[in-house]
T-cell receptor, first 108, second 110 residues
Framework: GQNIDQPTEMTATEGAIVQINCTYQ??????LFWYQQHAGEAPTFLSY????GLEEKGRFSSFLSRSKGYSYLLLKELQMKDSASYLC?????????FGAGTTVTVRA | EAGVTQSPTHLIKTRGQQATLRCSPI?????VYWYQQALGLGLQFLLW???????NRGNFPPRFSGRQFPNYSSELNVNALELEDSALYLC?????????FGPGTRLLVL
């Protein structure tokens, strides 16, 4: 079975940094995706980690530890438009399993 | 490059009716996935089609079914609608490992 755990909500101030943790237990694992979903909209691709370590892409970075079943998404220099839900999705055999998502609220 | 498209954007049905949702993948993508996202819940995998064949299905009853056409577009059919089927239904097409999502169809069952 699949078990994906991430915090339900996080709040941070504009310009700050927020780290969203995700732990997972899945039957089979190829890599891990992070998606951003604004309210009422489709998820959009943020990052994909296959190997252990940190992948940096502009203000967003994603980390993976396969041995620990752990990932995090780091959002730097937060902007109001970053207020959204962030979905952790382990990947196996071309199938994604999604966590319930972490709603990030950015305050001025 | 046009993204994944879905129709209709909204659909209102009553209990017991049937709903048909449509999805067109990004040009060149042969795999299509369907997900259900009920209010406040995570995305639940429904179905995966590739090259016209059903490759896998999630833990949903048989009244959820679909197909993929030769042009790789796809239909999701939900028979004998129940109130709890009210949700956002998302379609995604895949290139290599990455899935790209359409805007979704919001289904309301009254």
């Amino acid at each position: 079975g699949q078990n994906i755990d991430q915090p339900t909500e996080m709040t941070a101030t504009e310009g700050a940094i927020v780290q969203i943790n995700c732990t997972y237990q899945t039957s089979g694992f190829n890599g891990l995706f992070w998606y951003q979903q604004h309210a009422g909209e489709a998820p959009t691709f943020l990052s994909y980690n296959v190997l252990d370590g940190l992948e940096e892409k502009g203000r967003f970075s994603s980390f993976l530890s396969r041995s620990k079943g752990y990932s995090y998404l780091l959002l730097k220099e937060l902007q109001m438009k970053d207020s959204a839900s962030y979905l952790c999705a382990p990947h196996n055999d071309y199938k994604l399993s999604f966590g319930a998502g972490t709603t990030v609220t950015v305050r001025a | 490059e046009a993204g994944v498209t879905q129709s209709p954007t909204h659909l209102i049905k009553t209990r017991g009716q049937q709903a048909t949702l449509r999805c067109s993948p990004i040009s060149g993508h042969t795999s299509v996935y369907w997900y259900q996202q009920a209010l406040g819940l995570g995305l639940q995998f429904l179905l995966w089609y590739d090259e016209g064949e059903e490759r896998n299905r999630g833990n949903f009853p048989p009244r959820f079914s679909g197909r993929q056409f030769p042009n790789y577009s796809s239909e999701l059919n939900v028979n004998a609608l129940e109130l709890e089927d009210s949700a956002l239904y998302l379609c995604a097409s895949r290139r290599q490992e990455t899935q790209y999502f359409g805007p979704g169809t919001r289904l309301l069952v009254l």
